[in-house]
């Protein structure tokens, strides 16, 4: 279990050779070929930097040490590495601020933070996210795994034993029932913005409920605000939440379930707790932590050749030995002597059980980007609040009809992602509604269709102020609308919560009476008041929008801006819109 950051440091000699490529690609090799050249001595250092996700740190740190004490040099040339357990959500910070890539939830990287040569974080989800959120030279699919740990459901032993733990099976759709019954599970989660674990567990329960038919949006919505109740953004703060006493108020009262890793379970249950967890290895299994070995982007080439020796003596035998007393997995599930297996534990060994079923597999190459930007984003909106203006374009061009949508239109697709986002958002939200073209209500280009207020008593009416929306004969009345409808969230700022105007348009301004940009972004400028931000999001909609005058307005304000030319992708758009948005800001 990672119980927080320390570091470690050792030196390995070894020496710079050939050239590095581009990206992180690891391959087998390179190790015993360069221990053929290995002399007594060196001279010079090369200063190789290896962040490890901190429950494999001293296994890495282990092998590093005795590769020195055996004399490896290569070329003459010395390498010390420095071995640093750390969380890899910090890590993902610093790494995405290098690269420019966008986060949910992740938050700022420390100003003084430093990218690592070498990335061992647990999941290769971090790496797909990455380059999912705009560093496009990460390739998850090639970051080789170096060890492995299934993601489980732990429960309370005495919860686990009445569902019928260890002989009977168990589903995912099955926890997905527990969660939303009348007496539902108490099911928790660290945050899956910042936790591996989490976003595997997320995943595999949101699939199971997405699969539930007529029910599945009621569901999937339901598992998430189920979960959210018990959520930490630690995983130390989520083990506290279960039973510290077996008497049976006090487990009824506690966390009954939650998605962490294999490792997680069996650390917690070494140091004999009053109830011991129960580990679930549900069905289907969920995408296991492959602590892939991932060489960053840009780093020397001595330094590339350095990374890839060390990555051969990660993958020995010796090395998945060290890795049984952490309660870890080798990469393809098996476990090296002294690995103590919970209750119930699939092994790859045992007969009719799959790879993936005991933690084995290239999870890599399964993950589905979408799939994972989905939950990440849709956990991001049912689990934060705020205060939003919702405007709608309603000019003619929204009548255009979607190929992909089977025929319906422009603003039909619009509405329709508009309710399924509201569907998301929980009653601590506040939530306004307008439409816009030209000359709608008198002389103005916009219409107040409902003002701000809680969704705890105006829901309906806004779903009911959804459905008639129609386009006009209108045109676009971009920048008057943009600059009312900042002035209507600031005039009535909430402190408490992220302020924001989000838009859907499918033009450029088009109004020969309204202001001009210049005005426009000129006005903006003059009333933003740091200690009261309003972040405006625009969605832009088809090929006739202008990338160029979105962005513009979206810098003035600290919001953002989103093309696509497929009107079928607003939905996710949205959804990614609002989980961006920067609390603060």
Known sequence: MSAGRHRIRTSIHAAGAAAAVAVLVVTAGGYFGYRQLATPSCSGKIELSVAVAAELAPAVDATAT????????????????????????????????????????????????????????????????????????????????IARSPVVVAMPEPIASRLGWPKKELTWAQLVGQVNSSKPLKAGIVDPTRDAAGLSGLLSLTTAAAAAGKDAQKDTVGALRALSTSASNLR????????????????????????????????????????????????????????????????????????????????????????????????????????????????????????????????????DPQAVDQAVTSWSVATQSGR????????????????????????QVTVDAARR????????????????????????DYR??????????????????????????????LFDTVLAAYKAVQEEWDPGQVNSVVLFTDGVNDDDNGISQQVLLKELERIKDPERPVQVVLI??????????????????????????????IGSIFLKAIALRKAGT
Request: aromatic share 6%; glycine share 12%.
């Open 540 to 569: 832009g909609i088809g090929q006739d929008v202008s990338k160029a005058e979105l962005e513009s307005i979206a810098k003035v304000t600290g919001g953002g801006s989103f093309v696509t030319e497929d009107p079928t992708n």
């Open 66 to 145: 005795e590769w020195e004490r055996d004399g490896a040099a290569i070329g003459g040339t010395c390498i010390e590495v420095q071995v640093s357990a750390a969380d890899p959500v910090d890590v993902a910070a610093t790494v995405a601020a290098k690269h420019g890539a966008i986060l949910a939830g992740v938050g700022q990287a420390p100003g003084t933070a430093v990218s690592p040569d070498v990335w061992v974080p647990d999941s290769s989800t971090w790496l797909l996210r990455l380059k999912s959120g705009g560093a496009t030279a990460f390739d998850p699919g090639n970051g080789a795994s």
């Open 236 to 367: 130390q703060d989520l083990l506290a939440k279960f039973p510290t006493s077996s008497d049976p108020t006090t487990v009824a009262r506690s966390l009954g379930a939650a998605a962490i890793s294999e490792e997680d379970v069996i650390s917690y249950n070494a140091r004999k707790p009053a109830v011991p967890l129960a580990a679930l290895y549900l069905q289907p299994a969920a995408t296991p932590l492959d602590y892939p070995y991932a060489v960053l982007p840009g780093i020397e080439p001595a330094k590339a050749s350095a990374a890839q020796v060390l990555f051969e003596a990660l993958t020995t035998t010796d090395f998945r030995d060290r890795l049984a007393p952490l309660s870890l997995r080798a990469p393809d599930g098996n476990w090296g002597a002294g690995f103590s297996a919970p209750p119930g534990a699939p092994s790859p060994e045992a007969g009719g059980v799959s790879a993936q079923q005991a933690g084995g597999g290239n999870t890599a190459g399964d993950l």
């Open 388 to 411: 939003m203006l919702c405007v709608i374009d309603v000019s003619g061009s929204m009548r255009a009809r979607v190929a992909t949508a089977n025929g319906a239109s422009r603003l």
């Open 421 to 444: 986002g509201l569907n998301l958002f929980d009653d601590s939200w506040q939530i306004g509604l307008w439409e816009f073209s030209t000359n709608l209500d008198g002389g103005r």
């Open 448 to 477: 107040r269709l409902v003002e701000i207020g809680p969704l705890s008593t105006q829901r309906s009416k806004l779903e009911q102020a959804l459905s008639p929306i129609q386009p006009t004969n209108g045109d676009t009345g």
